[in-house]
């Protein structure tokens, strides 16, 4: 009898700064089979700039789109499922996107919460090329310290990385 293959789906979990989309890179050097969903990729295709904020509805149909794919391929042994990168400071941001992913196949959900201080993403953020505003930085980091990833969420682990 077999079973259907366990697809998981890696949730990043952090600051703009706070080295996310850093760590996506080096993990998927030696996880090549993983697909890479991101955020700020999806605005670059859909927006022309990973900076244009766009209308959401549009980003998170690309986002859910890809997701279906990549549990697709999981299920068909191509992949081994998915990373997601994304703020997702917010529980109710998480919320929906764990839900959507249940809903998609997705069998088994980690957290990688990059628990950075505010002022290393500040300072990192001054040196990147596309700045988000301090004050949004600022805004997400209260967000993340009032509801930071807890495994009564429904992850199967929470990695933090510091």
């Known amino acids: 009898m077999s079973t259907a293959p366990d697809v998981s789906l890696w949730l990043l979990i952090g600051l703009p700064g706070s080295g996310k989309s850093t760590w996506a890179r080096h993990f998927l050097q030696t996880a090549p089979a993983i697909a890479y969903i991101s955020t700020d990729q999806i605005r670059g295709e859909l927006f022309g700039n990973e900076a244009t904020q766009g209308p959401w509805p549009q980003v998170w149909g690309q986002g859910t789109y890809q997701m279906r794919e990549a549990v697709r391929q999981s299920q068909e042994g191509e992949l081994h ?58 805004t997400m980091s209260r967000q993340l310290a009032g509801a930071p990833p807890q495994p009564e969420e429904g992850f199967a682990a929470i990695y933090r990385l510091s």
């Open 81 to 138: 499922g998915a990373l997601y990168d994304a703020t997702n400071v917010r529980r109710r941001d998480r919320r929906r996107v764990m839900q959507t992913a249940q809903s998609l196949g997705f069998t088994r959900l980690l957290a990688v919460w990059f628990d950075v201080p505010l002022g290393i993403c500040l300072q990192r953020n001054q040196g990147r090329s596309r700045q988000v505003p301090p004050a949004v930085i600022a």
